[in-house]
C-alpha cells in the first residue's frame, strides 16, 4: 500500500476504479499485513477507505496453495452482479441523511434480520451441508429472495442435485428475470443433465432447455462473457463449430483471460478444419494457465 496516499498513485486509481465499477475486490493479506497498522491505514484516504471493509482472505506462508484454492473456489467463482459491497462514503453519507425519516417507516420485521442473517452466514459457510441449510433458512424466512434461490442452487449444483438446482434457479429467475447469471447456471444444469442421462427422449429436451437459457442470459447482459463461453460450449457439442467459434470470439473478447475459451475455441478452430489456429489458442491458454501458476 506504499503510496497509495498519494492521488495520482497507479495502484490507487486502479482499487477506486474498481470500486466504482463494483467488480469483485478480495485483498490478499500476507502474514503481518493489518489495514489498521498505522503505515497502512494513513494512505486508506478518501474512496479507497472502503477496501478495508471488503471480506479479505489471509494468505499464511506455509499454505499458499490451499489459500489460493479457496481464493478460485470460494472468493472468485461468483457472478459478478452477486458480490456483497461495503458502502461507499457516498452512500453512507446519503444513507446518514435520510435516518429520521426511516425511522417514521414501519420497523422492519425479525424473520427479516434473520434472514439476512442466515443468507450471509451461508456466504461465508465453507461446509456444503451448512451452506444449503443456511440459505434453505433464508428461503424460509425470506421466501422473495432471489439471490438464496440462486446461492443455493448453486450450492446444489455443487453437490450434483442437477434437478434442484434447476428447480432453484428457476425461481431466482422468477423473483428477477433479468438476472442473467440464473439464466446461466440453469443452463449449465440442464446441459450436465443431458450428459448424465445419456440417450433419452428426456435428454434432448435438457439440451434444448439448456440453449434457451443461454440465449436468455445474453438477451438480458449482451455483456455477460460467460453465457458465450457457455453457449459456445453448446454450440460445439451439438456439432456447429461454426456457431461455436462465433460465440467463443465474443467470450474471449469480454474475458480475455479465461483459459478454457482458448481451449474450447481451439477444438471448434480443429474442427473447422484450422490447425495453425488451433495450436495458438491452446498456447494462449497455456500462457494464462502459467501466470495464474495451474
Not at 450471509?120 to 438464496?148: K, V
Request: hydrophobic letters at 40%.
Amino acid at each position: 500500500m506504499e503510496r497509495c496516499g498519494e492521488p495520482g498513485d497507479w495502484l490507487r486509481r486502479e482499487i477506486e476504479t474498481a470500486l466504482q465499477y463494483q467488480r469483485n475486490i478480495v485483498p490478499l493479506m500476507l502474514e503481518g499485513f493489518s489495514f489498521t497498522s498505522p503505515g497502512i491505514a494513513n494512505q486508506l484516504t478518501g474512496e479507497l477507505a472502503t477496501l478495508a471493509k471488503y471480506n479479505a482472505l489471509r494468505i499464511p506462508a506455509d499454505y499458499f496453495e490451499e489459500a489460493m484454492g479457496k481464493l478460485r473456489e470460494k472468493y472468485l467463482n461468483v457472478p459478478v452482479d452477486m458480490v456483497l459491497h461495503p458502502a461507499s462514503s457516498t452512500a453512507r453519507r446519503v444513507v446518514k441523511a435520510q435516518q429520521t425519516a426511516a425511522r417514521r417507516a414501519p420497523r422492519v420485521s425479525e424473520s427479516a434480520l434473520s434472514a439476512q442473517e442466515w443468507f450471509e452466514q451461508g456466504f461465508i459457510a465453507t461446509d456444503p451441508d451448512e451452506e444449503l441449510r443456511c440459505y434453505s433458512e433464508a428461503i424460509r424466512l425470506a421466501p422473495d429472495s432471489f439471490a438464496a434461490y440462486y446461492n443455493r442452487g448453486a450450492a446444489l449444483y455443487d453437490k450434483g442435485d442437477l434437478d434442484g438446482a434447476v428447480d432453484d434457479m428457476s425461481e431466482a429467475i422468477r423473483l428477477k428475470p433479468d438476472l442473467a447469471a440464473a439464466y446461466v447456471g440453469r443452463g449449465v444444469a440442464h446441459y450436465d443433465r443431458w450428459f448424465k442421462r445419456g440417450i433419452s427422449r428426456e435428454a434432448q429436451v435438457d439440451l434444448d432447455a439448456a440453449l434457451q437459457d443461454f440465449n436468455d442470459a445474453i438477451r438480458v447482459d449482451p455483456g455477460f462473457a460467460r453465457a458465450y463461453f457457455e453457449r459456445g460450449k453448446w454450440h460445439r457439442v451439438a456439432g456447429n463449430p461454426e456457431n461455436a467459434l462465433n460465440d467463443l470470439n465474443e467470450a474471449i473478447r469480454l474475458d480475455p483471460h479465461n483459459a478454457a475459451g482458448y481451449r474450447i475455441r481451439a477444438e471448434a478452430r480443429r474442427a473447422m478444419g484450422d490447425p495453425e489456429g488451433a495450436k495458438q489458442d491452446e498456447k494462449a491458454a497455456k500462457r494464462i494457465e502459467r501466470k495464474a501458476g495451474k
